[in-house]
């Protein structure tokens, strides 16, 4: 049952993340309309090439149909109405370079392939980075809390697209155990196939691999410290005088040092994504980041714009789902009371 | 003046004295290497593709351009980018941060919201965007370290807003206000003092920032347009097909300097926190 806190606390949220989802919009909307770049010139140019014979007359009414194609025929006011309007129902114009092809389509055929990279790998990192965080804070002092400490300091500061480099360097073309790059073969067509979900996570290992390993690191030296910094407080001492069982007393410890990591994961999405952006690009992996990647290269900024008022969305999101998990698992939102 | 009891504990620390040997090796080898390794990064100085020898001991890239200098060089600037972020988003956040705990109120919530705002929108993608838009020309070092900085100080803000909140009771505190000092002296002669090694943690942490948010960004083709720092080297490694044509030598070393700086100085900060935080100290 929701209580009122939680429908209260979860309104909230849900209201501050539209406000922010709209000022990211607008940092989009004002970054990329500062940019000097007339895409209807270069059309115009292209089209003179292709056909010398055109009469001024057709030449406007092209110019025309373009201008209006682009949406740049309005006032920059109104431009921003309608794009935010757009925004919100999912269509965001057209691109630049392939005309005539809409950027939600360039962009959902690339969004599946982000989510499937990063929404398991980060959970995977996230989890697994987080129990051995808490073993070896619970194991304070032992050598495996202090390997693991370096360990993962180490790996905390590891580029994610390096360590793929250095994946994708031994596992592919050294060892010629995986496949060098991309998500699936360049001769097969996405379908739902066993043959083509068999080579997909084929190549799927080891730009997983990448962001899962640089992912852990981190996760382990913040619940490492949670850990040392939950076992010190006065319940846990009290548990430990009344005579309880380790596994009781870790079974508490974890619970509470987790809370925060909760909020901590929300938090570190946003990163998430942006290194698998940069994964993406060195696997040739079909992703969000390989398009941006091009888009920016192709100076194509309705692509631009649409990678990032996508991504921002799809974060957002996973923000509130995690806001909501973040309710259910803290009892002092959950059924209200003292406020923290 | 004597030297306080801190600092012995810190010497005695040998996490401690092994991340700052690693990162003064760093600093020195990125100053002092060009002095005696004079090679010109940009120069086509040999051979391309030629293996790490005594020649060229980390070998050459596909133009001929010496790796070893590359790596001096680009270190050099990867630091400087990084120090430059720090000094950009600090005081940024110290300000919020302090402005936000001290005064409470209307301009604590203005503050925060604004500092949530930015926390919430991903600093990368931020990042990216500024940079993908500013002219090529215009994308020099300082640009860069401009753009990560000004957009990952919120989470500094915050925490500064934290520690002000839960210093504001203390009883120096009321005793400065009996005394007719106003809150701008609060917060800056006060409280700030009282949470140093704090601030010191968030300038490393924002010095790490930087160096992999500019990696990060040249990787994507909007980092440093005409310059050299670990991220361009490994984005000429990643455009150049260093990997498909095997060429080891071009994309290890940047990226291991990239992990000894960055690690060294977290190892640093791990180790200063044990130190000084009574909750960590050992049993």
């Known amino acids: 049952m929701i209580s009122k806190s939680l429908a209260k606390y979860l309104g909230f949220r849900l209201a501050f993340l539209l406000v922010t989802y709209i000022v990211a919009l607008s940092i989009v909307f004002i ?13 115009i140019t292209q089209l003179l090439q292709l056909n010398p014979n055109i009469t001024p007359e057709q030449l406007k009414e092209y110019m025309k149909a373009y201008y209006a194609l682009f949406e740049l025929d309005k006032p920059l006011w109104m431009q921003y109405i309608t794009y935010l309007s757009k925004a919100f129902r999912g269509d965001l114009g057209f691109s630049y370079i392939n005309v005539g092809r809409r950027v939600s389509d360039i ?234 | 003046m004597t030297i306080p009891s801190i600092v012995y504990d810190l010497l005695r620390n040998r996490r401690f004295l092994v991340g700052l040997s690693l990162f003064l090796f760093v600093v020195c080898f990125s100053l002092i290497g060009s002095l005696i390794y004079a090679r010109d990064p940009f120069d086509m100085s040999g051979p391309p593709e030629q293996p790490p020898s005594r020649e060229y001991p980390l070998g050459t890239d596909r133009m001929g351009r010496d790796i070893l200098a590359q790596i001096i ?58 940079a993908a838009t500013l002219p090529s020309g215009l994308r020099t070092y300082e640009i860069v370290a401009f753009v990560i900085g000004i957009t990952s100080w919120p989470w500094l803000a915050r925490a500064v807003r934290a520690q002000m909140l839960s210093l504001r009771e203390r009883e120096f505190v009321y005793l400065s206000k009996m005394a007719g000092r106003g809150n701008a002296r609060i917060a800056f002669e006060d409280l700030l003092p009282n949470i140093a090694t704090y601030v010191f943690m968030a300038f490393v942490l924002f010095v790490n920032g930087g160096i992999l948010g500019e990696a990060g960004l040249s990787l994507i083709g909007v980092g440093p347009t005409r310059g050299i720092t670990l991220g361009v080297v490994l984005y000429w490694a990643a455009t150049m097909e260093a990997l498909r044509r095997e060429l080891w030598w071009w994309f290890i070393p940047a990226g291991v300097m990239i992990v000894l700086s960055t690690a060294s100085l977290m190892i640093i900060t791990t180790a200063v926190d044990e130190v000084f935080n009574p909750r960590l100290r050992g049993k």
Do not use: C
């Open chain 2, 73 to 130: 060089w680009g270190t050099r600037y990867s630091l400087y980018v990084g120090v430059l972020t720090a000094l950009i988003a600090m005081p940024i956040g110290i300000v919020i941060g302090a402005v936000a705990g001290v005064e409470g109120g209307i301009v604590d919530e203005l503050l925060m919201g604004l500092t949530n705002i930015v926390l919430t929108i991903p600093g990368i993608l931020l990042a990216i965007l500024i």
């Open chain 1, 107 to 340: 962009i959902m055929s690339a969004l599946p392939w982000t989510l499937f990279l990063v929404v398991p790998a980060t959970l995977a990192a996230w989890f697994v980075g987080n129990s051995i965080g808490a073993y070896a804070g619970y194991k304070r002092g032992s050598l495996f809390e202090k390997t693991l400490l370096i360990v993962s300091l180490i790996l905390s500061q590891t580029p994610y697209y390096w360590l793929a480099m250095l994946l994708l360097f031994a596992f592919a073309y050294r060892l010629n155990i995986f496949p060098p790059g991309q998500a699936y073969p360049p001769t097969m067509l996405p379908s739902l196939t066993p043959q083509f979900i068999q080579a997909a996570l084929y190549h799927y290992i080891l730009p997983f691999l990448s962001i899962f390993i640089a992912g852990l690191g981190g996760w382990a030296i913040g619940m490492r410290v949670l850990t040392i910094y939950e076992l010190g407080s006065d319940y846990i001492l009290f548990t430990e005088a009344l005579g309880a069982k380790d596994s009781i007393v870790f079974r508490y410890v974890f619970r509470n040092s987790m809370i925060p990591q909760v909020t901590g994961l929300a938090l570190s999405l946003g990163g998430a994504v942006g290194g698998a952006l940069l994964t993406e690009i060195v696997f040739s992996y079909p992703g969000m980041g390989y398009v941006l990647n091009r888009a920016i290269m192709q100076t194509d900024y309705p692509v631009v714009q649409g990678v990032f008022v996508i991504l921002i969305a799809t974060l957002f999101l996973a923000n509130f789902l995690v806001d909501f998990v973040y309710a259910l698992i803290d009892p002092r939102i959950r059924i209200g009371g003292e406020k923290v």
């Open chain 1, 31 to 43: 970054m990329l309309r500062l940019v000097p770049t007339n895409p209807v010139d270069r059309l």
